[in-house]
Nanobody
């Protein structure tokens, strides 16, 4: 069974940075694309970033492009989300997710396994 465990969330001032990590187990992790999603209070969960199985292809939501970077270390079964120039509107619970496909995936229904989420709060 796939397990995804996020860490690295917290409280940060606007303009600051955080690095989220997602440790995966229970699957041949390096075969599958991964992604990050977020859900703010009262809003639907939304796509943030995705990375292909090899790490060679990535895609970002327009709202985070140029500020966030997704990466992965297949040797450590871990995916990361480096978040810079954080804004109050980035406040949300951030979820790591795994697909059953090699290429990038921006659609939530393509993901079959999810972590429990980590809270990110950006103060103004």
């Amino acid at each position: 069974q796939v397990q995804l465990v996020e860490s690295g969330g917290g409280l940060v001032q606007a303009g600051g940075s955080l690095r989220l990590s997602c440790a995966a187990s229970g699957r041949t992790y390096s075969n599958y694309a991964m992604g990050w999603f977020r859900q703010a209070p009262g809003k639907e969960r939304e796509f943030v970033a995705t990375i292909s199985a090899s790490g060679g292809n990535t895609r970002y939501a327009d709202s985070v492009k140029g500020r966030f970077t997704i990466s992965r270390d297949n040797g450590k079964n871990t995916v990361y989300l480096q978040m810079n120039s954080l804004k109050p509107e980035d406040t949300a619970i951030y979820y790591c997710a795994s697909t059953l496909q090699y290429g990038i995936a921006t659609i939530m229904t393509l993901y079959d396994a999810w972590g429990q989420g980590t809270q990110v709060t950006v103060s103004s």
